[in-house]
């Protein structure tokens, strides 16, 4: 074992920096070259968002930073979810974190495709700090 808690704790470093290069080398391994970067189109209105399933709902959570709350449009129909929301001011894009995009946006709009057990009818939504996390409850079975 370890003779005292600096020897312990030299070797958790250790140990991470070794985990740490194994991780940084899948990465690289998985990482696109520039040229296939640059193929990538990336429409900064649409903002990023994640779909989160659970036992009875689906929640969405999307990042919308710099959006006017008050012109945010949720609309749901046959199983589309369509958001739109203007910017409280124009935003360059590579202010937002696009680095291969470039020009002004002044409103967001995203598009998805609804799973067939969603009932649209009950739909809620929020924001938070700059995310709007948008609760859909399941159709009961």
Sequence with gaps: M????????????????EIWG?????????????????????D???PLHSVYEYEDKYVIVMDMPYADNASLQINAYDR????KAKLKK????????YRFSSGVIQEYRKKI??????????LTYKVLRG???????????
């Design 80 to 83: 589309t979810l369509e958001i």
């Design 90 to 97: 124009a935003v360059h894009v590579d202010e937002i974190g």
């Design 22 to 42: 194994e991780i940084e080398g899948e990465i690289e391994s998985m990482m696109q070259t520039p040229e296939e970067l640059s193929s990538i189109r990336v």
């Design 113 to 122: 495709t609804l799973p067939p057990d969603v009932d649209v009818s009950k």
């Design 131 to 141: 995310r709007l996390i948008i609760t859909i409850p399941k159709i009961p079975r």
């Design 2 to 17: 370890w003779r005292d808690i600096e020897e312990l704790r030299r070797y958790i470093v250790r140990r991470m920096l």
């Design 44 to 46: 900064p209105k649409e």
